[in-house]
């Protein structure tokens, strides 16, 4: 089976339009999905989950909110950490305030409660572009942080101020606390990232995808062709931070089950975020699970190599681990400063002519 | 090929194999990471120490330890990566040596079935050992600690703190927030007047803090510090003329890296500690045979008789007592995680035996139970003697008030009880 | 005066001199996104590293001992010597000329072009290139500088402010930091010598006219390559005064390098392209942070509002910054934004 159009025929024109319009990669989607519902399940353990999967579901949920903002509207942020820990204790809050409330909804209600939060900060954008905008969203960084630490309605007044999640299921099967099964939790973040990624994959391809990314490119041409930025960029806050929280809920309750702000969701985080759209590509849904599915796993790849493959003392691997994901970082850069899904549209170019190309 | 390519990738993900009928005992450290300058001791003693126990005693009755060691940074995610990676390789004790990392793993080692020792640190009511049944956090607490500082200032004032003004000045943090309960029913107790003074981690700069300190004028100020926070407020200390020996740190802000930037300024700095200090132990004598000397000490091996590469091999040697009293429980030198637990739940640690492993009058003597887990809580205060570049412990050791911080612990266990949905254990 | 004022006056003393100590940080910032347009988010880590260097060389460690140890079972640490203060700046400053030809050769000469965020990304990139080296080479331990800097309580201050209050009242005076005056003297020393680097030497000249027109620099015959290294060079310099007054006030440890954090602020306030910005940024937001921390935690406010809040210096310096440029927003000295289709 090649790799292209011809002989693919379209009768209307949804078919036209669609995401995958080469049924090679639809078959490859489909695939795709079907090992992640149906063949992960059941081989999955707990350090498969822990380490790998749900941190890669997790980030990849928030890397698509970041890259909404910043990858679709331009709007450089640098306040991720701060909104994850909006959703972290929004789910906190919901789960310990109406114990009959589903996960499942208090994970969304959660992301709400983020996107409200996200527009309030969202407002300097109007006047305040490009890296003094980044730096502003530092301002709710640090805010957020404090505020949660400071507060103790929000820990409800623990002693050392952490946060535990307790046990909630779906369908009576457990998805948050330590007894939840692998294949549960995983299961239960998988559905929401799909459903999500499906979602942001059909916003950004419409109206409002394509007022954000009008305003990304040269927001005073924008606003003359008749798109208003007020509504735009502050939709992008709110769709972009409702993602977030969404991230931060399932970081919180699913992933971790316990979290100190100041740790879990510090400034690093969201360098770490933006780190995974810029290297996945920016303005990219699938640059987006790229770049986290890097990042994620080229740590554990590394210490693994170096500790457990050449058994190095674990400090100089975890020094060698910080120079090489920086220069790795550089190097990516250098060679393809459009990311991952860049090199994935270049490979898409090449098979589509192949082996015919000229 | 690229099958191929995916499952070296897969097996490079997956941990390495376990070996088998070793003892694993895996080492949570941090040597990188804000925090690395108290990492570094710590994982270094806790090393040296089970490679002394394997190279002197071939292993804990005839077993061989394997040492996995893991690097946290002191982060959450990658200690949750660290302990999911290593439990599958029959870990039997976790010392996760974070506060944020303790309580993260409570809950999964519990469900697991395997024991943490957090040994003057994590989640304080895990003294509770009806609730916390997997938790063991002797020998001393938090709130001891808090409790134990008290005392000593009382016994300096000589009997009466009442009118005093005592302020605390800790990291802004879930481990800088758990003596404040403590200190405050203590206030209510003795009537003297508590201040708080937060200070935001990295704690590079803290002028508002001791300007404030020099305006209040409190008579004594412990402080609850961690990493960068330490050295920067001793020198600010030192910079306002605060008299050294009323500045009183918890364990954690008690080491040589904390104090040696401020210089002779520094003098008469003390810290509350509950084990002892410096190199004049017969263990060094050992571990220098059968651990320097052959090449085999861990990390740059530069840290042997500092105050936290001791306070390592306290937690080491705790473990390996805990280790050997399983065996005589259950007979048999190839234990599993559930009877190391048994184990730590039955550990008895005496002047004799102490004397006998090289470290006579360490620490203080103790014994664990089913219901208490936090051990007596028996402290010293430490104190710097900046001439001779060394601490020295100038006092006996000073009891908890267990009156004031039982129903602390009980109350919070009990909440977290409820909370988590865990039916106490009766014990007898 | 009463105590209370000269309490407040001793605040705001003290916050300006916290100030300068960020906007010595900060000026690194602006010196490079001055001339190349990037927001070098590796600053902080390059003070961290000069100091490590510095005090490395000075106490003639072994660089990357730890490495050549676990690779070749040799035991080298030091090399025992002792290097003065002056030699071993003078070293490092080196050190910081070299890194920053082999960042223009390595890095920047191939990402020539390119949008901002790909540069502040490659910086980020660099910053944790360079913890990592840093690490890998000096070890993470934490290490003792002395450069012999005055540092402690000033008695004259103390004395002479004491004498402004009721001498009844008990005033025991106000408190400075010899080592933040230092800090003072040092980063006024270096704006002077940067700003008559920039007017008179032509060097300097070509650097202002990189820093006004890329393209028309080029094109009159001004090499853009050299202007990189030598700014580069002088912001090493720079960490190195950064990482001089920082390491001298807390060990050179890891998280020196968060000082970046602190600057941050200093620059949004100050414009990211302003020199006298960088300071005066700073010395608000020092004074203002302060200011703001002593009134929080007071008594009045507490009675006021009944709130109990603390350790607020941390957002508030963000806040500042924020509402500033609100009403300004490309700073208060930066450049004017002018906006065509």
């Keep these: 089976m090649f790799y292209r159009e011809a002989g693919d025929f379209k009768t209307s024109y949804s078919d036209d339009g669609q995401t995958f319009p080469i049924a090679f990669d639809r078959w490859r989607y489909y695939a795709v999905m079907a090992v992640a519902f149906l063949v992960i399940p059941f081989l999955i353990n707990d350090y498969w989950e822990k380490s790998i999967l749900m941190p890669f579901l997790v980030w990849s949920t928030v890397a698509i909110g970041l890259n909404i903002l910043t990858g679709y509207c331009g709007q450089l942020s640098l306040g991720t950490g701060g909104f994850m820990a909006v959703g972290a204790y929004a789910s906190y809050k919901l789960m310990t305030a109406f114990p009959e409330l589903n996960i499942f909804f208090v994970v969304l209600l959660s992301g709400g409660i983020t996107a409200l939060v996200g527009v309030l900060f969202g407002l300097p954008s109007m006047r305040i572009k490009g890296f003094y905008l980044a730096v502003a969203t530092l301002a709710a960084q640090f805010f957020l942080v404090w505020l949660f630490n400071k507060v103790p309605w929000f820990y409800n007044y623990s002693a050392s101020g952490q946060i535990t999640a307790p046990e909630r299921s779906v369908f009576g099967i457990l998805v948050t606390g330590p007894n939840a099964a692998p294949w549960a939790t995983y299961l239960f973040a998988l559905v929401i990232l799909t459903g999500l990624a499906w979602v942001a994959r059909n916003l950004t391809r419409g109206r409002v995808g394509r007022s954000w990314m009008a305003i990304r490119d040269m927001d005073i041409a924008a606003e003359i062709i008749g798109v208003n930025p007020l509504a735009t960029k502050l939709s992008a806050f709110a769709v972009s931070s409702f993602y977030i929280g969404v991230g931060g809920a399932l970081f919180f309750s699913v992933y971790l089950g316990a979290a100190e702000v100041g740790e879990a969701f510090g400034i690093d985080k969201s360098f770490l975020v933006l780190f995974m759209i810029i290297i996945g590509g920016l303005g990219s849904i699938f640059g987006s699970f790229a770049g986290a599915a890097f990042m994620v796993l080229l740590p554990v790849l590394l210490k693994n190599v170096l500790v457990g493959g050449l058994g190095w003392p674990t400090d100089l691997a975890a020094h060698l681990q910080m120079l090489i994901v920086g220069g790795l970082i550089v190097l990516f850069l250098i060679l393809e400063p459009h990311g991952l899904a860049q090199l994935w549209r270049i490979a898409k170019e090449k098979l589509r002519l192949w082996p015919f190309p000229h | ?428 | 005066m009463s105590i209370e004022a000269l309490n407040l006056i001793e605040v705001l003393i003290n916050g300006l001199m916290a100030g300068v100590m960020y906007a010595l940080v900060a000026l690194g910032f602006v010196l490079i996104f001055k001339s190349s347009g990037i927001f070098n988010y590796a600053q902080g880590v390059m003070a961290l590293f000069a100091a490590m260097t510095l005090v490395g060389l000075q106490t003639g460690q072994v660089p990357f001992a730890h490495l050549l140890n676990a690779i070749t079972g040799m035991h080298v640490t030091h090399f025992g010597w002792n290097m003065p203060s002056g030699l071993a700046i003078l070293l490092t400053l080196g050190v910081m000329v070299g890194l920053a030809f082999l960042v223009e050769r390595l890095v920047l000469k191939h990402l020539v072009n390119q949008e901002p965020i790909i540069l502040f990304m490659a910086t980020i990139g660099l910053a944790f290139f360079l913890e990592g080296f840093g690490d890998l080479m000096w070890t993470a331990e934490i290490k003792q500088l002395d450069v012999g800097l005055p540092g402690g309580l000033s008695e004259w201050f103390e004395g002479a402010s004491m004498a402004l209050a009721d001498p009844e009242a008990g005033y025991w005076g106000m408190y400075v930091d010899k080592l933040d005056v230092t800090a003072a003297v040092v980063a006024a020393l270096l704006v002077i010598s940067l700003t008559l680097f920039s007017q008179y030497t032509r060097a300097g000249r070509a650097l202002r006219a990189v820093a006004d027109d890329h393209q028309a620099a080029l094109s009159v015959g001004i090499s853009l390559r050299f202007i990189w290294v030598m700014v580069w060079s002088i912001a090493g310099l720079v960490a190195l005064v950064a990482g001089i007054m920082w390491g001298s006030k807390t060990g050179v440890q890891t998280s020196l390098s968060l000082i970046a954090l602190k600057a941050l602020p200093v620059l949004m306030l100050g414009g990211f392209t302003s020199i006298p910005g960088a300071i005066v940024g700073g010395l608000i937001i020092g004074a203002g942070e302060k200011l703001f921390e002593y009134f929080v935690t007071s008594d009045a406010f507490h009675g006021l509002t009944g709130f109990n809040i603390d350790a607020t210096e941390n957002w508030f310096a963000y806040v500042l910054a924020l509402l500033f440029l609100v009403f300004r927003p490309q700073g208060l000295f930066g450049d004017r934004i002018i906006e065509r289709v």
């Excluded at chain 2, 270094?44 to 996995?68: A, C, M, P, Q, S």
């Design chain 2, 1 to 428: 090929m690229k099958l191929k390519l995916a499952l070296l990738a897969a097996s490079m993900l997956t941990a390495a194999g376990p070996a088998a009928a070793d003892l694993t005992f895996p080492m949570l450290s941090y040597r990188t990471g804000a925090y690395a300058n108290n990492g570094i001791p710590f994982a270094d003693g806790y090393h040296d120490y089970l490679t002394l126990v394997n190279e002197r005693d071939g292993g804990i009755g005839g077993e061989k330890i394997r040492i996995t060691e893991c690097e946290t940074a002191y982060n959450t995610e990658k200690g949750v990566e660290c302990y999911e990676s290593t439990k599958g390789e029959g870990a039997l004790i976790y010392q996760p040596l974070s506060t944020g990392i303790t309580y993260q793993i409570i809950p999964k080692a519990t469900a697991d079935g395997i024991a943490i020792h957090s040994m003057g640190y994590g989640r304080t009511s895990a003294a509770d050992g009806k609730v916390f049944k997997w938790v063991f956090n002797y020998p001393g607490t938090y709130w001891d600690a808090a409790s134990v500082m008290v005392k000593h200032i009382i016994d300096v004032e000589g009997g009466d703190v009442s009118g005093k003004t005592i302020a605390l000045l800790y990291h802004n943090s879930a481990y800088g927030k758990e003596p404040i309960r403590t200190l405050e029913e203590l206030s209510k107790k003795h009537g003297f007047k508590l201040q708080l003074l937060a200070v935001d981690h990295p704690g590079l700069e803290q002028k508002s803090q001791w300007l404030e300190i020099r305006r209040s004028r409190p008579d004594y100020v412990l402080m609850w510090g961690w990493g960068a926070m330490n050295p920067t407020a001793i020198q600010e200390a030192a910079n306002v003329r605060y008299p050294m020996d009323h500045f009183i740190g918890v364990w954690w802000s008690g080491s040589e890296n904390d104090v040696k930037q401020a210089g002779d300024r520094a003098d008469g700095y003390k810290a509350v500690t509950f084990h002892g200090v410096g190199d004049d132990y017969p263990i060094y004598d050992d571990l220098k045979t059968h651990v320097t000397d052959k090449g085999l000490a861990a990390g740059a091996g530069d840290q042997l008789g500092t105050v936290l590469y001791n306070r390592g091999m306290y937690a080491a040697m705790l473990a390996v007592e805990a280790a050997k009293t399983a065996q005589e429980i259950h007979g048999t030198a190839a234990i599993d995680a559930a009877m190391m637990r048994d184990g730590m739940e039955a550990l008895e640690i005496t002047e004799e035996k102490m004397a006998a492993l090289g470290l006579p009058g360490f620490g203080p003597a103790f014994s664990v139970s089913c219901a208490d887990h936090g051990g007596p809580g028996i402290g010293m205060i430490q104190q710097w003697d900046a001439k001779a570049g060394e601490y020295t412990i100038i006092t006996d050791q000073i009891e908890p008030d267990r009156e004031v911080i039982g129903p602390l612990i009980e109350e919070d266990a009990s909440a977290f009880a409820a909370e988590a949905g865990i039916e106490p254990r009766a014990c007898e």
